[in-house]
């Protein structure tokens, strides 16, 4: 059973500061997906990004970056240089590539809060 | 124009009532999914259909019941509201890969109370 985990609940930073939320995941299969998802206060699900299992390659956007390491099954998210309008719950998530059952496992979160 | 629309965004109602979200696609998916959310902030796949045909049904009682008249439109018809049902539901939709999950696109969530 594929299983996400966000160990940190909370994370509260300085504006300006750097921040990296963490994610660990679980999974039997050699394929499957990692996606991260911002909510900010307003409530909507944003999409962040997608990345497979066959590419471990860091991805950098702007002042975003994710680092995947399948050696120690984790998807990391950092935010360079934070600023308020980064204060939001994001959510890590799993699916594995399975016919039929493509959904979405969510972790429990990370709320992150800028202060200016 | 919005991808993934639902409404309605807030629903108040009360406890034994009948209700209905409507959630509408213009991105051209296959697929379309609800979740619910609960006040933990708990995100959980509850249905996806395919073309019209149920794919997942997760162990949802059987007061849900999803309906989809077209592949652009997945409506969430909840039977006899209860206190548990209080939650957020967002409706996603993701193009249909052939089991390889592409990116599922939510839209903006309807926020369900009953009283």
């Known amino acids: 059973a594929q299983k996400v985990t966000q160990a940190q609940t909370e994370i509260s930073v300085v504006e300006k500061e750097d921040v990296t939320l963490d994610c660990v995941y679980e999974t039997r299969d050699t394929t499957y997906y990692l996606f991260w998802y911002k909510q900010p206060p307003s409530g909507e699900l944003v999409f962040l990004i997608r990345?497979?299992?066959?590419?471990?390659q860091n991805e950098i956007s702007g002042r975003y970056s994710w680092n995947f390491q399948k050696s120690t099954s984790s998807f990391n998210f950092t935010i360079t240089a934070s600023q308020v309008v980064d204060s939001a719950v994001y959510f890590c998530a799993l699916s594995e590539a399975n016919f039929g059952n493509e959904k979405l496992t969510f972790g429990t979160g990370t709320r992150l809060t800028i202060i200016p | 124009d919005t991808a993934v629309s639902q409404t309605p965004k807030y629903l108040v109602t009360q406890m034994g009532n009948d209700k209905s979200i409507k959630c509408e696609q213009n991105l051209g998916h296959d697929t379309m999914y609800w979740y619910k959310q609960d006040s933990k902030k708990f995100l959980k796949i509850m249905f996806s259909y395919n073309n019209k045909e149920l794919i997942i049904n997760e162990t949802v009682p059987n007061r849900f019941s999803p309906k989809s008249p077209d592949k652009a439109h997945l409506n969430l018809h909840i039977n006899s509201l209860e206190l548990g049902d209080s939650a957020v539901y967002f409706c996603?939709?993701?193009?249909?890969?052939?089991?390889?999950?592409?990116?599922?696109?939510f839209g903006p969530g309807t926020r369900l109370t009953v009283l």
């Open positions: 996603a939709s993701s193009q249909d890969l052939g089991g390889w999950l592409d990116t599922q696109y």
């Open positions: 990345r497979n299992s066959f590419d471990e």
